[in-house]
């Protein structure tokens, strides 16, 4: 007989990867991965200011990503910069690109669109509940 708990995590589980599964359909069409948009997402956020791969990794949803290899592909896509620093020559400095501004600022309003799909039977009181009730799981 499963309990609560297990019932719960379980769930959440399927959930989870119920929702990973939708966003990868999403962003292939993109040629990007969840992981590859969680930098340029991060990137973004930085204002324009340079990040390293330490500060970048610590900002990542999945912490196990091999941040190092996302960056390179995502640097081959012209979508980031890698630059050392001036200051500290073993320091790695990530900004983002106009190429990459430009196809996250593409990407915008279709990933609500598809945000809005994937908990669209969710009711806006349903939606601040759950987020509350998982904000308490930390």
Same mark, same amino acid.
């Given at each position: 007989?499963?309990?609560?708990?297990?019932?719960?995590?379980?769930?959440?589980?399927?959930?989870?990867?119920?929702?990973?599964?939708?966003?990868?359909?999403?962003?292939?069409?993109?040629?990007?991965?969840?992981?590859?948009?969680?930098?340029?997402?991060?990137?973004?956020?930085?204002?324009? +200011?340079? !990040?390293?791969?330490?500060?970048?990794?610590?900002?990542?949803?999945?912490?196990?990503?091999?941040?190092?290899?996302?960056?390179?592909?995502?640097?081959?896509?012209?979508?980031?910069?890698?630059?050392?620093?001036?200051?500290?020559?073993?320091?790695?400095?990530?900004? !983002?690109?106009?190429?990459?501004?430009?196809?996250?600022?593409? !990407?915008?309003?279709?990933?609500?669109?598809?945000?809005?799909? !994937?908990?669209?039977?969710?009711?806006?009181?349903?939606?601040?509940? +759950?987020?509350?009730? +998982?904000?308490?799981?930390?």
């Amino acid at each position: 007989m499963q309990n609560i708990y297990n019932k719960t995590v379980v769930q959440l589980i399927i959930k989870g990867n119920l929702v990973v599964e939708q966003l990868n359909v999403f962003f292939k069409t993109y040629d990007l991965t969840v992981q590859q948009y969680n930098i340029l997402r991060i990137l973004r956020g930085q204002d324009g +200011l340079p !990040i390293n791969l330490f500060a970048l990794q610590e900002h990542m949803i999945h912490k196990m990503s091999n941040t190092t290899r996302l960056v390179e592909k995502l640097r081959k896509k012209e979508l980031l910069e890698r630059n050392v620093c001036k200051d500290n020559r073993r320091k790695v400095e990530i900004s !983002i690109t106009d190429k990459g501004l430009g196809l996250l600022a593409g !990407i915008d309003q279709s990933l609500m669109n598809c945000e809005k799909k !994937i908990v669209g039977k969710l009711t806006k009181e349903e939606l601040t509940n +759950l987020l509350l009730l +998982l904000e308490k799981l930390n």
